[in-house]
């Protein structure tokens, strides 16, 4: 029973809850049994990343069974409940949680609980999902890996030796290890569309203030967006519509509704439903510095598009060049400037000097030097230094006026065509501590060259599994973009090819995903009776 359970999307669990013929406690139970399978000591006491996936920082057990009991109380007596009451999700340990802990995966704030709900979480409540648990991350969801948690790294369920993506690495491979149904992730850069790209997942970036940021902790203000991870589109509008919509506690929130995705995917799933779409390849973002396997992939995928009546060009934007060094110039300004009330006085766990010479400025030093980590560190001081006297508009000014023309690119992009399309990321995932990012950062900052246009323009992005790469058997992903405010557009065109590459590849991505708890033993019998 707790197999099947398991395996089943969020909707058609959301039908059998409505029918009767599951329980909301038999499915979260199910799932947390899934964790405790293949999560290894991370959810109980942080003995990290050792024996299992990594995928949890704190498990929500008590209370999620709690909500998912009076799911089905009042289901037995009649009453009216939300389409995905008792549909168990994960969140991403960057959304405040009350009850729960919410770290942001650093010893910054190791063990700090909120006195509230973000907004998002409020919606999560109201539409009567129990929460799982708070999920892994790179630390202040900084990094493209997962390896920069304080708490250890999330493994891939694909391969536990490589990569799960980041920063919401812990998201995507709860999604695809079947630990959970749906997620929520956050994405400044493409940290939910790159993670769902090497796991095989779906991850959504909404467009910039249709999912409020209220109970979010910061990175880059003008960057970050909420969103879902699932392992359908489907499953993901679903999200999307409950999560959504326009919140007054936050000043950058879009007054829209959110509705209509849902019966965008059902619509583009459809038979002809791709019929007539107009599809832009992005230029810039194939072909050289794309793995083979990848650019295999994307093209079949796209020539599956034309095969349904999509008609396809090739787009060029030319300023995409100059995106990836606005961004990290913007990115890290902002951390720099959001960061800085973490230090031991106002936010943020204190350290004393070790010389017991206490000033505030060196509780200050001490505090930031021993709690946050090196990503943190190198980012805050590459903000600060681009936001200071004399420098301010030869980088941030600069990176800015970038900004404007790479989102002037999309725009004339978007006059000719319906939906523009790239490869998620440029290679599939890679070893775990293959990149050396302490003599060459860049190596990692590279993994996002495909999703950082879309975060500095603000428009929708959806990655989507494109099937297994043949040179190493691991998961491409499929991005596809759609203009402001048109997200529904986007739902509708990822779920017709969804379905499109689902006949051709046999049913989904994830029949052919390893046995992840027999590949969990095995690591924790070499790691616990060392290398063999």
């Not at 998620?424 to 050396?436: E, I, K, M, Q, R």
Request: glycine fraction near 10%; charge should be negative.
């Amino acid at each position: 029973m707790s197999e099947n359970i398991i395996e089943l999307s969020a909707a058609e669990l959301a039908q059998k809850l409505q029918a009767g013929e599951v329980t909301s406690v038999q499915a979260v139970q199910a799932h947390l049994d899934r964790i405790t399978a293949t999560d290894g000591a991370a959810a109980q006491d942080r003995s990290h990343g050792k024996s299992g996936l990594n995928a949890f920082l704190h498990l929500n057990a008590e209370e999620a069974l709690e909500v998912a009991a009076g799911v089905d109380r009042d289901r037995a007596e009649g009453k009216q409940l939300p389409p995905l009451a008792g549909v168990p999700i994960a969140v991403k340990d960057l959304i405040v949680t009350k009850g729960q802990p919410t770290t942001a995966a650093s010893r910054m704030l190791e063990g700090w609980m909120s006195p509230y709900d973000g907004t998002v979480t409020e919606k999560l409540r109201a539409a009567r999902m129990p929460i799982l648990g708070k999920t892994n991350l790179d630390e202040f969801a900084m990094g493209s890996t997962t390896e920069h948690s304080a708490f250890g790294p999330t493994r891939n369920p694909w391969d536990l030796s490589r990569i799960p993506g980041g920063s919401g690495g812990g998201s995507a491979a709860a999604v695809t290890a079947f630990q959970a149904p749906l997620a929520l992730g956050t994405d400044t850069g493409g940290s939910i569309r790159q993670p769902a790209a090497v796991t095989g997942s779906v991850g959504v970036k909404p467009t910039y203030g249709s999912v409020s940021r209220y109970g979010v902790i910061a990175m880059a203000s003008s960057l970050d967006q909420v969103g879902p991870c699932a392992r359908t589109v489907l499953d993901a509008a679903m999200l999307h519509e409950v999560v959504g919509g326009h919140d007054p506690k936050d000043s950058t929130s879009l007054s829209d509704p959110a509705e209509g995705f849902v019966q965008a995917a059902r619509d583009g799933a459809a038979e002809g439903g791709l019929k007539g779409l107009r599809v832009g390849v992005l230029k810039e973002l194939t072909g050289e510095g794309f793995q083979p396997g990848v650019e295999q992939r994307f093209r079949e995928a796209v020539e599956a598009l034309e095969k349904a009546g999509a008609s396809v060009v090739e787009i060029e934007t030319p300023n995409f060049k100059y995106a990836l060094g606005a961004y990290y110039l913007i990115m890290s300004s902002e951390v720099s400037s959001n960061l800085a009330k973490y230090d031991g006085v106002r936010f943020g766990q204190r350290a004393l000097p070790k010389d017991g010479h206490v000033t505030i400025e060196r509780v200050m030093s001490a505090t930031r030097a021993e709690n946050f980590g090196a990503e943190v560190k190198r980012r805050t001081i590459l903000g600060t230094y681009a936001l200071s006297a004399g420098y301010y508009d030869a980088y941030y000014g600069s990176a800015q006026k970038v900004r404007t023309l790479v989102q002037r690119d999309l725009d004339a992009a978007f006059e000719q065509v319906d939906v523009l399309v790239s490869p998620t990321a440029p290679t599939t995932a890679f070893p775990l501590g293959s990149v050396d990012e302490q003599a060459d950062p860049m190596q990692m900052y590279l993994n996002d060259i495909a999703t950082i246009p879309t975060n500095l323009a603000g428009v929708p992005a959806i990655s989507i599994p494109a099937g297994l790469s043949p040179e190493d058997g691991m998961p491409v992903g499929f991005q596809l973009m759609a203009p402001a405010r048109e997200d529904a557009r986007l739902y509708r065109a990822a779920a017709g090819l969804e379905r499109l590459l689902e006949e051709a590849n046999g049913g989904p991505i994830w029949k052919d995903l390893p046995d992840v708890v027999e590949a969990v033993a095995k690591l924790s019998e070499t790691t616990e009776g060392g290398a063999k």
